[in-house]
């Protein structure tokens, strides 16, 4: 989406394992790339300050805040978003599948940030202590939870030894992929 007579730049993002390309102008964020122009609105917009941790997404791996990046900074990268954690079956990712065990949600606002930090964390700590889970969370707000059941379903997949990999590039919907 440009402006009309603002500067524009083409991107080419690669979101979920699947190239997408947009013309941006250069103060567009990532998260409304994601949400505006590819249709992903499984990444929330909450503070859009970088504090609240909605709009984490993993950019080469890396959790992110979508708020706070570019979506020119983006050109070139790697973006997994939450509609990428379901397999193109509509099989849950293991972590997805916990919270809905451990009924780890309530609105759901923060849930796509939460499970994208985590999967990310969980990937590099495949064992962590409650106390670690906490403190991988310190950047991510909820309001309803409480937090304890996002912790424990953090830990039963730990403990499970499920891999925490992102599935193929298929797109598929599940808890924290909507709107």
Same mark, same amino acid.
């Given at each position: ?17 699947? $190239? ?5 102008? @250069? ?11 590819? !249709? ?42 939450? $509609? ?28 796509? !940030? ?15 202590? $409650?106390? $670690? ?5 310190? !950047? ?22 499920? @891999? ?9 919907? !599940? ?5």
């Amino acid at each position: 989406m440009t402006t009309p007579g603002a500067i524009a730049h083409d991107i080419a993002v690669t979101v979920n394992g699947t $190239e997408r390309r947009a013309r941006v102008i @250069p103060r567009m964020l990532l998260a409304d790339a994601l949400r505006d122009e590819w !249709g992903l609105t499984g990444t929330h917009l909450g503070c859009e300050h970088g504090a609240c941790g909605a709009c984490t997404v993993l950019v080469d791996g890396e959790p992110t805040r979508a708020c706070l990046m570019f979506a020119v900074q983006a050109d070139g990268c790697r973006v997994e978003t939450v $509609e990428g954690l379901a397999d193109g079956d509509g099989r849950l990712h293991p972590l997805q599948e916990a919270f809905r065990t451990r009924h780890a949600l309530q609105c759901g606002f923060c849930t796509p !940030g939460i499970l994208m930090t985590l999967v990310a964390y969980l990937k590099l700590h495949p064992a962590p202590s $409650e106390a $670690e889970v906490r403190e991988a969370l310190s !950047g991510n707000l909820c309001r309803c939870t409480g937090y304890q059941h996002i912790v424990q379903a953090a830990l039963d997949v730990a403990a499970g030894g499920r @891999p925490l990999t992102l599935p193929s590039p298929q797109r598929g919907e !599940g808890i924290g992929g909507s709107a």
